[in-house]
């Protein structure tokens, strides 16, 4: 049995401390103006889901800063655009509504975390409504607001993710290189691969 293995509430605030007393009423039920204007600004979301199960799944999801829509203080509106259909967060939220989101501004230390109850949408005027570069929303993710709070800039300023001088050069991940690896391929598949997935970048935003 490992004896370092925490079990219990008890044994977890041993560890990190007793919560910070009236900090939890930073959290509120809906989407105030202080959390509209940062979502207006921001171009970038980790949308987290589960299955019936359980089993997470986190995904990015990006557009211009405001792709994401307060329509009032209780809902959210989420354009989805093309993508590589797997569909692991829709199947999740068709099984198990609860979602939780994380908004991203640049060169900005705190996020806004969202959390709540989400349905897919293909009504044709929304779909319509969130058009962008001529296509209209593949979908639209409507999310009911429960929980509403910032976080503080503790993990940007410790990861210095907006510190350009740490960024690496021309860092990229070939999926051409993954497969062959994976598939024992030779470098042929390497190039045909990289170069579908750089047309479908160009041409299927």
Same mark, same amino acid.
Not at 18 to 38: Q, T
Not at 46 to 64: F, I, N, Q, Y
Not at 68 to 74: A, F
Not at 138 to 162: N, P, Q, Y
């Given at each position: 049995?490992?004896?370092?293995?925490?079990?219990?509430?008890?044994?977890?605030?041993?560890?990190?401390?007793?919560?910070?007393?009236?900090?939890?009423?930073?959290?509120?039920?809906?989407?105030?103006?202080?959390?509209?204007?940062?979502?207006?600004?921001?171009?970038?979301?980790?949308?987290?889901?589960?299955?019936?199960?359980?089993?997470?799944?986190?995904?990015?999801?990006?557009?211009?800063?405001?792709?994401?829509?307060?329509?009032?203080?209780?809902?959210?509106?989420?354009?989805?655009?093309?993508?590589?259909?797997?569909?692991?967060?829709?199947?999740?939220?068709? !099984?198990?509504?609860?979602?939780?989101?994380?908004?991203?501004?640049? +060169?900005?230390?705190?996020?806004?975390?969202? +959390?709540?109850?989400?349905?897919?949408?293909?009504?044709?005027?929304?779909?319509?409504?969130?058009?962008?570069?001529?296509?209209?929303?593949?979908?639209?993710?409507?999310?009911?607001?429960?929980?509403?709070?910032?976080?503080?800039?503790?993990?940007?300023?410790?990861?210095?993710?907006?510190?350009?001088?740490?960024?690496?050069?021309?860092?990229?991940?070939?999926?051409?290189?993954?497969?062959?690896?994976?598939?024992?391929?030779? !470098?042929?598949?390497?190039?045909?691969?990289?170069?579908?997935?750089?047309?479908?970048?160009?041409?299927?935003?």
């Amino acid at each position: 049995m490992n004896s370092h293995k925490i079990q219990s509430l008890e044994q977890l605030r041993a560890v990190i401390g007793d919560e910070i007393p009236g900090l939890h009423e930073k959290n509120i039920d809906h989407v105030d103006e202080f959390a509209r204007d940062f979502i207006e600004k921001s171009p970038l979301i980790v949308l987290s889901t589960a299955d019936e199960k359980g089993r997470m799944d986190a995904s990015p999801k990006g557009d211009a800063p405001g792709f994401v829509e307060v329509l009032n203080e209780q809902t959210l509106l989420i354009p989805d655009r093309p993508g590589n259909k797997l569909a692991y967060g829709h199947q999740n939220i068709l !099984s198990n509504p609860n979602v939780g989101i994380l908004f991203i501004v640049p +060169n900005t230390r705190e996020t806004l975390r969202i +959390n709540g109850r989400a349905e897919l949408s293909c009504e044709p005027d929304l779909l319509h409504q969130f058009a962008a570069r001529n296509k209209p929303a593949t979908l639209v993710i409507r999310v009911f607001v429960d929980e509403c709070f910032f976080h503080c800039g503790k993990a940007m300023l410790r990861s210095k993710l907006w510190d350009r001088s740490t960024w690496q050069e021309n860092f990229r991940v070939s999926f051409g290189e993954i497969f062959a690896a994976r598939k024992i391929a030779g !470098s042929d598949a390497v190039k045909s691969i990289d170069q579908r997935i750089e047309a479908d970048y160009r041409d299927n935003l």
